[in-house]
């Protein structure tokens, strides 16, 4: 199941695992006020979205976006782990094993993501800046959306700033 808490008890608990160490360094960037990493992101503008390559295979794509309100899909992917993490702003992600769900698009290879129908005893993980989760392909999880309970007038006016670094599944 999911790996969630702060960037350094989710870093503690990965090390070791194949391609996270670069993953994790470039988080770490994202964290230093003045690095090249957290102004990237902090640049771009509502909807948009980049990507990074890393090494071993990884990738990286910095987002911007209005949580929304939930919206009854999970998904999952084989060939990546997820590591998600949410630098400013709040939102929910869901999450339910994959064995759990009900597929409703099967496996989509080029794009390596399922699609699946709304799960409702799912796992709720509430999200604030520095939070992490790592997602492994048995992990359907419904991510970026928005939790009333949190405060929606935080850093970026409501945007949340999120990066999610793809690692390959070894």
Same mark, same amino acid.
């Given at each position: 199941?999911? !790996? ?6 989710? +870093? ?7 391609? =996270? ?16 990493? +957290?102004?990237? &992101? ?5 909807? @948009? ?14 987002? #911007? ?5 939930? *919206?009854?899909?999970?998904? $999952? /992917? +084989?060939?990546? /782990?997820?590591?998600?993490? %949410? #630098?400013?702003? @709040?939102?929910?992600? @869901? ?14 290879? @080029? +794009?390596?993501?399922?699609? *699946? ?7 709720? &993980? ?7 989760? !790592? =997602?492994?392909?048995?992990?359907? /999880?419904?991510?970026? !959306?928005? $939790? ?5 007038? $935080?850093?970026?006016?409501?945007? %949340? ?7 390959? %599944?070894?």
């Amino acid at each position: 199941m999911a !790996v969630f808490g702060s960037l350094n008890t989710v +870093r503690t608990q990965t090390i070791g695992w194949p391609g =996270f160490a670069a993953a994790f360094a470039y988080i770490d960037a994202l964290f230093r006020e003045a690095s090249e990493r +957290r102004a990237q &992101l902090f640049a771009l503008k509502e909807g @948009e979205s980049q990507r990074q390559d890393l090494e071993g295979g990884a990738f990286a794509i910095a987002q #911007v976006y209005a949580a929304r309100p939930r *919206y009854g899909v999970f998904e $999952s /992917h +084989r060939r990546y /782990h997820d590591i998600q993490v %949410v #630098v400013a702003g @709040e939102e929910q992600i @869901e999450v339910a094993e994959t064995a759990l769900l009900t597929l409703t698009q099967a496996y989509d290879e @080029e +794009r390596d993501v399922a699609f *699946y129908a709304d799960y409702a005893a799912g796992s709720v &993980l509430r999200f604030k800046a520095g939070e992490v989760a !790592v =997602f492994a392909p048995c992990d359907g /999880h419904m991510p970026s !959306v928005r $939790s009333d309970g949190f405060d929606t007038g $935080s850093a970026g006016g409501g945007l %949340v700033y999120k990066v999610v670094v793809k690692v390959p %599944v070894e």
